[in-house]
């Protein structure tokens, strides 16, 4: 194998691996909110242990994990257009 050859497999094993990283980067991220999910909206729904779930918790539950979701996105979205603002002015500067 040439020199150039094994240039370019190692550019490739390095691209593959980088990819990789970021996967498990987000996996463990995704996790750890699912985590984090859980013991917040456990700790609001939950007031007594149970051998069953009961109607009121499980709404209790959904509900939380609806404000969940809905809070992280208008966040995100709100941090997207402010970046967004920001490189436009930049943009306009130069």
């Known amino acids: 194998m040439s020199l150039m050859e094994n240039q370019n497999t190692q550019i490739a094993?390095?691209?593959?691996?980088q990819r990789f990283i970021e996967?498990?980067?987000?996996?463990?991220?995704?996790?750890?909110?699912?985590?984090?999910?859980?013991d917040v909206c456990w700790e609001?729904?939950?007031?007594?242990?149970?051998s069953r779930l009961e109607p009121k918790v499980h709404k209790c539950l959904v509900n939380c994990v609806e404000r969940f979701i809905d809070t992280t996105n208008y966040i995100t979205n709100r941090?997207?257009?402010v970046?967004?603002?920001?490189?436009?002015?930049?943009?306009n500067i130069e």
Do not use: W
């Open 13 to 17: 094993l390095d691209d593959q691996l």
């Open 23 to 38: 996967a498990e980067k987000t996996k463990r991220h995704f996790q750890e909110l699912v985590y984090g999910l859980t």
């Open 44 to 50: 609001i729904c939950m007031d007594k242990p149970s």
């Open 79 to 81: 941090l997207e257009r």
């Open 83 to 91: 970046a967004s603002s920001m490189q436009s002015e930049s943009d």
